[in-house]
């Protein structure tokens, strides 16, 4: 096992390496003068040379790439153009927000979708297995952006029961774990379980399927084993893939939340993101879009230990 998780570390490493590469040059390749948001129409060609000096813009894209990995890995990401604040305290505070909510959404949509994907795996060909799956492909497929500015009309602006923008009382975004706040936080995190929910589903109802047609199965039944003990073999099994896709999807939701949170005003990575687009901050933009991609990497390691420890097979 130790060497397994060894090998799956230095796997992990070029991977970080590649990542980091990709961000850097995605966004130096996006067309545009990053100083024009803060310089002021009439700068002098000084200023705009002390500030390309400042931010290092003055260097070729190979110095700039090495400057700006070599201080990422001592935990500098620079300092924001709009703000001029450092970029890891944006971040950080962004992502502790987002990881929240993603966090809260995928167990929204894990529980739903299992119990969707099991009734619908178990019960074969049958109304109940309809009907789960024609709410999960309606989960897939519904734009979720859509979703939430209807339950935003439906819950908000109609039967007024929840808030519909913000993170806390008064536009706050210091988070408590009392009703005055989690109330901020269901409309969006329902919104953002609709699709985890919709694949898990999907993907939970084609893994019972599968399972309750294998000899094993055939031969627990002939024993004499039923009810709980057959379900208990079956999600057993069906644990390590189910694991694997609620991992990805966590890790779909910290980098895909950008149009969900900028319906709701959470101010999370996805605000965050959208703000430095509009507004061309590379620094920022590129810290956001580096830690979440760090994010992805190191979640799918732990999906990874954690498919080893409930099946030993993998690391066989």
């Known amino acids: 096992m130790l060497a397994y998780l060894l090998r ?4 992990t490493l070029p991977i970080m390496l590649g990542v980091a590469l990709v961000c850097f040059a995605l966004v130096h390749l996006s067309p545009g003068d990053p100083l024009v948001s803060i310089l002021p129409p009439d700068a002098s060609a000084e200023l705009q040379q002390q500030l390309r000096d400042l931010y290092g813009f003055n260097r070729s894209l190979p110095e700039q790439f ?3 990995l070599w201080r990422a890995l001592h935990g500098d990401l620079g300092t924001s153009i709009a703000t001029s604040r450092p970029v890891v305290t944006e971040v950080m505070h962004a992502v502790v927000n987002t990881l929240r909510l993603s966090v ?3 167990f929204i949509g894990f529980v739903l979708g299992c119990v969707f994907g099991f009734v619908a795996g178990y019960f074969r060909h049958s109304a109940l297995d309809r009907a789960a799956s ?7 497929s519904v734009p979720h952006y859509w979703l939430g500015m209807v339950m935003v009309i439906v819950f908000s602006s109609l039967l007024m029961w929840l808030p519909a923008t913000g993170a806390g009382p008064g536009g706050s975004d210091h988070w408590a774990w009392d009703w005055e706040h989690i109330k901020f936080m269901i409309l969006p995190a329902l919104t953002m379980s609709v699709i985890p929910m ?3 589903a999907r993907t939970v109802r084609a893994l019972v399927s599968e399972l309750l047609d294998q000899e094993f199965i055939v031969g627990l039944k002939a024993k004499g084993l039923t009810g709980f003990g057959i379900f208990r073999h079956v999600v057993k099994n069906a644990a390590p893939t189910a694991l694997a896709v609620m991992g990805l999807q966590l ?3 910290l980098g895909g939340s950008i149009l969900i949170e900028t319906v709701f005003s959470w101010p999370g990575t996805g605000f965050l993101l959208n703000s430095a687009i509009f507004q061309r901050d590379l620094p920022l933009l590129q810290g956001t879009i580096l830690v979440l991609a760090m994010f992805f990497v190191l979640l799918n390691l732990l999906v990874d230990v954690l498919q080893t420890l409930l099946d030993p097979r993998i690391a066989r």
């Open 198 to 200: 919709g694949i898990i």
């Open 8 to 11: 799956r570390i230095l796997y």
């Open 251 to 253: 890790g779909y939701l």
């Open 66 to 68: 090495g400057l700006w």
């Open 134 to 140: 024609m709410l999960s492909v309606l989960g897939v």
């Open 104 to 106: 809260v959404a995928t």
